[in-house]
């Protein structure tokens, strides 16, 4: 079966500082992969998503960027973290785009 | 652009009464889908419905498909706490790569 991982769980990092998140996908081969921002209490903002290696759309601009170096890694980073940047990190994929998305545990970021 | 209006925000309703949330999109929609986010967790597939009028029931959730397909509810019989959390309705997008659009939830709270 199909599993999805991301760490770390929980972060708090002050302004300024980079930040990596990891999402890794097993159990599945050439996943469409996915990054969102939630705010607290908030909806679901698609940040990224990747049809395959080093393949990487933007969905809106900002201080973040993902890279995906292998099939199933998928990988959230800033060099300078603002305060705006807080928030519930979820990783998603899925078989083919538009279809049914699964999503990690997420990470809580908390910039101070 | 991509629009899909769910209502209510929040609801809260005493344990062993009935809750619906509603999806209204601007477009016709190819399909819906609906997920479940438990406070704390990360969004859960619920359902996909792809027909005119569809209507599937998973024991006390009644999800519905409009007529014209632009419109879906999701209705809940007789609350339990275990029911607390966000639904969000989600669509797919009719530009680029065709991804998921979530629609901005309805957080529900159950008072036992």
Do not use: R
């Given at each position: 079966s199909q599993t999805i991982h991301q760490w770390p769980a929980t972060l708090v990092q002050p302004v300024g500082s980079p930040l990596s998140?990891?999402?890794?996908?097993?159990?599945t081969s050439n996943p469409n992969l996915y990054w969102y921002r939630q705010a607290a209490g908030r909806g679901?903002?698609?940040?990224?998503?990747?049809?395959?290696i080093g393949q990487i759309s933007s969905e809106v601009p900002q201080n973040l960027?993902?890279?995906r170096p292998q099939d199933r890694q998928f990988i959230l980073s800033s060099k300078k973290l603002l305060l705006s940047d807080s928030g519930f990190y979820l990783c998603a994929w899925s078989v083919n785009f538009?279809?049914?998305q699964y999503f990690g545990p997420g990470t809580r970021l908390l910039v101070l | 652009g991509q629009q899909v209006m769910q209502i209510p925000q929040y609801q809260h309703v005493q344990e062993?009464?009935?809750?619906?949330?509603?999806?209204?999109?601007?477009?016709?929609?190819?399909?819906?889908?609906?997920?479940?986010?438990r406070p704390g967790g990360h969004p859960v597939f619920l359902i996909q419905l792809v027909k005119s009028g569809e209507v599937k029931k998973q024991k006390r959730l009644t999800f519905q498909f409009g007529e014209a397909k632009k419109n879906s509810s999701?209705?809940?019989?007789?609350?339990?706490?275990?029911?607390?959390?966000?639904?969000?309705?989600?669509?797919?997008?009719?530009t680029g790569a065709n991804n998921l659009f979530f629609g901005t939830g309805t957080r529900?709270?159950?008072i036992p």
């Open positions: 998140l990891e999402c890794t996908v097993e159990g679901l903002q698609l940040l990224f998503y990747s049809v395959g960027s993902a890279s538009g279809e049914t | 062993g009464e009935d809750f619906t949330t509603y999806c209204n999109s601007s477009t016709t929609l190819s399909n819906i889908q609906w997920y479940k986010q999701l209705h809940i019989t007789a609350t339990q706490t275990t029911d607390v959390g966000t639904y969000f309705c989600a669509i797919p997008t009719q529900l709270t159950v």
